[in-house]
């Protein structure tokens, strides 16, 4: 069974950065991280997938860059202007079949635990 571990995660001011790695046991067709806030649904931030096809939510574009190092098996989020409603619990997800980026959290069967960002203002 695949594992994916996050590191990366803190606590920054507003307008800081970070920046988020994803270690998987083996790499999938298509990965992704979502985030989510307490009280609020699991939302998906950027995904990419083997040729390097990305896509964003419309609230991240321009701040963080999704990457990959296959030769690692690592999948990396970039980010930039850290905003406080940016604020949440990060999550890696894979999957075996898409060859398309997403961001539907229900399309992902396999998850890691998650690192906490905290942005101030």
């Known amino acids: 069974q695949v594992q994916l571990v996050e590191s990366g995660g803190g606590s920054v001011q507003a307008g800081g950065s970070l920046r988020l790695s994803c270690a998987a046991s083996?790499?999938?067709?298509?990965m992704a991280w979502f985030r989510q806030a307490p009280g609020k649904e699991r939302e998906g931030v950027a995904s990419?997938?083997?040729?390097?096809?990305?896509k964003y939510a419309d609230s991240v574009k321009g701040r963080f860059t999704i990457s990959k190092d296959t030769a690692k098996n690592t999948l990396y989020l970039q980010m930039n202007n850290l905003k406080p409603e940016d604020t949440a619990m990060y999550y890696c997800?894979?999957?075996?079949?898409?060859?398309?980026?997403?961001?539907?959290?229900?399309?992902?069967?396999?998850w890691g635990q998650g690192t906490q960002v905290t942005v101030s203002s």
């Open positions: 997800a894979a999957d075996f079949l898409m060859s398309r980026p997403s961001l539907n959290p229900a399309a992902f069967a396999t």
């Open positions: 990419i997938v083997l040729d390097d096809s990305t």
């Open positions: 083996i790499y999938a067709y298509c």
